[in-house]
């Protein structure tokens, strides 16, 4: 069974005590015990001295009846038995009339006095001549005084003893202690009765005390530890007095603070963890997709290019000659819409060829310094009066403090052109276009938003691949492949995100000062 802790400290307080208690109570009763003793010696001493001050008239006239009578009435007011006995022995006179005649040899109590062994002592001292002894289950106390042969003794005219004689005989006072004893009992049981008051009372108190001092800060010590076990950093322990526990419990709640200071930390480590991953995820599958991307359009430009220069002649005579068939008045004129049909495909080809050389051709950028906010105000300025854009609001949002790029104007100015039509196509000719520049982490930057009809999710790893469109017969497609490549070739990145039903936005990165030389082969 698993004692509290208070129970502990009471019962080890109450043992402590109750030996003290017990030990002290000890010594006091034998104390008591000695002063009880010695004032009961000092009693009987002084009736015995009493006896033969009061006697001594009496003795010198030797009037014997008087002498016994008087020692007879001080025995019975002082409850003590009286007698004495002569130098030979005899006792010549008891209160107790049964001892009165008897011979009383010298290894008699009363007569050790004044022999010890064979030597005669005329003087003992009063621890000398007291004697403790039991009768009828009754504790008395004898004390013994010698009657001396005095001058005024032997000068006396009755007076027959001889001079030379130094002790007449002994006077011997003997009183109960059992007034002693009663004392000495009622003592002790006061002094138990009190102890055990005490020891209740002491016992109480330290109980209080302990249960408000010690083991309240214990428990709620306890609790707030069970709580801390259960991952529970919010509680804490509340303030006791300015002492050891209060100490304690101010580290207590000092320790809870900082495990939920550091369990914070660990957690926003796992969450920016977590989030340096995937931004590092999703920064590795886009240099990964530009690797695919920038691999596909080199093999792609390298194929293209031939393919353009083989069927741009004969794309040239088949558009030469059918022109002439369409100005020959020989002409029937039920075919000269078949011929305009053929010269206009043919004229289609001839673009796509012309975007293919394009798409292909390596050409080193003119770099020059030129603002950001300028070419795009000159490329919205090429469009901005076309029919398409007459319903479209333009909102211009640029940062005036942007330093100027070393970029090729004509190249950025065609990218923002590709982009702000597929803006006004998206939209259909109706909604809002906002362009916002600015720079940030040592790259200038514009963002152009629409408020088009978006682009599916699935498109949107495929708008930058040559020859894809989602306009069905309208385009090229190579409008944003062209942009990808001018973008890389000046050291920026061209990135697109996009919300069906809600707009798209293109976001242009360029490098703020000389923009990194790269080849031809890495631009496609």
């Not at 107790?96 to 040899?105: F, S, V």
Request: proline letters at 3%; aromatic letters at 6%; a negative charge.
């Amino acid at each position: 069974m698993r004692l509290h802790l208070i129970t502990k400290l009471t019962a080890a307080t109450g043992a402590v005590l109750l030996c003290t208690m017990v030990l002290f109570a000890y010594l006091n009763l034998n104390n008591l015990k000695g002063l009880l003793l010695q004032e009961a010696t000092l009693n009987a001493d002084r009736i015995s001295e009493t006896i033969l001050r009061t006697t001594h008239s009496q003795m010198l006239r030797d009037d014997r009846p008087l002498f016994y009578r008087t020692m007879q009435e001080i025995g019975g007011q002082q409850g003590a038995e009286v007698r004495v006995v002569n130098r030979t022995g005899r006792v010549i006179f008891s209160t107790t009339e049964a001892e009165t005649g008897m011979m009383l040899g010298k290894s008699a109590e009363i007569c050790q006095v004044c022999h010890k062994g064979s030597q005669l002592l005329v003087r003992a001292s009063l621890k000398n001549r007291t004697r403790r002894f039991y009768r009828d289950g009754t504790e008395y106390l004898g004390v013994t005084n010698a009657i001396y042969n005095e001058e005024s003794c032997y000068t006396a005219s009755c007076h027959f003893h001889p001079e030379e004689y130094r002790v007449l005989g002994i006077l011997d006072v003997v009183v109960p202690l059992d007034k002693m004893h009663a004392l000495q009992n009622a003592f002790r049981n006061r002094s138990i009765a009190l102890t055990l008051l005490l020891i209740a009372i002491t016992s109480l108190s330290l109980t209080l005390f302990t249960q408000k001092l010690v083991n309240r800060p214990v428990r709620e010590l306890l609790d707030h530890t069970k709580r801390l076990s259960r991952g529970e950093l919010d509680g804490k322990v509340p303030s006791f007095a300015n002492d050891e526990l209060g100490e304690l419990a101010q580290s207590f709640n000092l320790m809870t603070a900082n495990l939920k200071k550091a369990r914070e930390e660990l957690e926003g480590w796992g969450k920016n963890l977590e989030q340096m991953v995937e931004d590092r995820t999703r920064e590795v599958t886009q240099i990964q997709a530009q690797l695919v991307r920038s691999e596909k359009l080199a093999s792609l430009g390298e194929l293209v290019a031939g393919i353009a220069h083989e069927i741009n002649n004969p794309l040239t005579g088949i558009l030469v000659y059918t022109s002439l068939v369409h100005g020959d008045e020989k002409l029937d004129p039920s075919l000269k819409e078949d011929v305009e049909t053929v010269i206009r495909e043919t004229k289609r080809c001839a673009e796509i060829v012309k975007g293919l050389l394009e798409f292909s051709r390596c050409s080193t950028p003119h770099l020059g310094n030129a603002s950001l906010n300028a070419i795009s105000d000159a490329a919205l300025s090429i469009i901005e009066h076309q029919t398409l854009f007459q319903n479209i609001e333009v909102i211009r949002e640029y940062d005036q403090t942007l330093a100027p790029l070393v970029v090729d104007p004509g190249q950025l100015e065609q990218v923002l052109v590709n982009i702000f039509l597929n803006a006004a196509q998206a939209m259909d000719g109706e909604g809002t276009l906002r362009i916002e520049s600015g720079a940030e982490g040592g790259q200038a930057y514009i963002v152009i938003s629409d408020s088009g009809c978006g682009i599916p999710e699935s498109h949107l790893a495929k708008i930058f691949d040559p020859f894809f469109s989602t306009k069905e017969n309208k385009g090229t497609g190579l409008g944003l492949s062209v942009s990808y490549g001018i973008i890389e070739k000046h050291g920026g990145t061209i990135e697109v995100h996009s919300q069906v039903g809600v707009g798209t936005t293109f976001t242009v990165r360029l490098p703020l000062g000389e923009p990194a030389q790269i080849s031809c082969s890495a631009a496609l």
